[in-house]
């Protein structure tokens, strides 16, 4: 009996014990079941954070559409004496990246040596024009040896892969009628000159440009091969179209702006930008790119055809090109009247290099009769402060630096080489 009564009270000893075992361990688990269930409902956070981060990709990149609008705000910004082989591709970069375009008045020799950017410019839609071969004082060349000099660059110019330039700053603006009026080509100067040559600091260039005034219409003047200018165009472009300018090329400027291209054996220098305010009728450009579009004309012209169809008879063409049968309505410097712009280069009066081969297309069909109200100060100033061509006398700096608005004459660059 003893021995069964032992053996039962060992039993039940054995069953408490577990008992108390279990009990103790229960706070530990529930202390660890805890954290777990906390940490449960973080599982699904990270899935909506994870939808969001989709769409932030999703906004793919539209093609840019480059529209020009007759009637707002414009300015050129021209770069002379290059190509360089670093300065030239920082500041095509920063063009690029503003959606900007410039014009670059090329050394023919320079081109040669360097002509990629030259390439790079022309895919970029900038134009391309020349500043001689040598960049010597022109005006001081016989004709013969002039014309052999611009000849001489346009073919480096072709090789580069740009059209043969048909506009042509002379180096240090120096003129005289033979390079004004004989060449077969068209001369322009600048009207704003930053001076970058002389004090190669980018924020002095920069500060000169943001403190100038009213720069609609105006065509300044740097160079692109100095470090300093590359600096300061990274400055200037970005406040530039903060500030509300569409940044053209010369002859977009010329033609929305002035109201007419540059025509071979035209000068177009201080005197001519003194005197002619903004233009009532700015001339239409083609769209950059009409032979890429040929393939399907049919599909883009469509959309815009018929608002104008409505309001005129039916003499423009719907639709498809016919540049032959034409010819004479969209010939010249047709108003702004109809978006069929193509029709202008037929006539010789777009040169083919103003067609680049990139992306954009001018559309300054919208604003046409009264768009053109802006201003009125600078064309005034402009009409009523006409000086002549003063310094053209001298050799290198012939060319005034402009003082459209306030800020008057400097001494003008005699002296600068690339
Ligand atoms: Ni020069």
Redesign the pocket.
Known sequence: MNRFFAAALAFLLLLSCTACVGRAASPEDSGQTEPLEAAAPQIPAPDPSAPSAQPEEAPAEQPYVRVIDPSKPMVALTF??GPDGTCSDRILDVLEENHALATF?E?GRNVLACPEPVARMVEMGCEVAS??NA?KNLSKLKKATLLKDLATADEAFAAAGAEVPTLV?P??GAVNKTVKNATGRAMITWTIDTEDWRSRDAQTVADYVMNYGDLDGEIILM?SIYESTADATAILVPWLVEQGYQLVTVTELMAFYYGELPQPDHFYGYTYFATHGRTDTPIELPSMFPPVEEPAPEETPAEPEPLPEETQPSEQPTGSPEPETEEDTPKKPAPVETPEPQELHGEGLMPEWLWPSAVTSYVNAAPKPSPITATPAIAAAKRTAPKEEPAKPKEEPAVPRESIGSNTSLPNPAI???
Do not use: A, G, K
């Open positions: 002379d004496d008045f050394v500043h001689s960049h700053r180096p240090y160079h600068f080489s690339p």
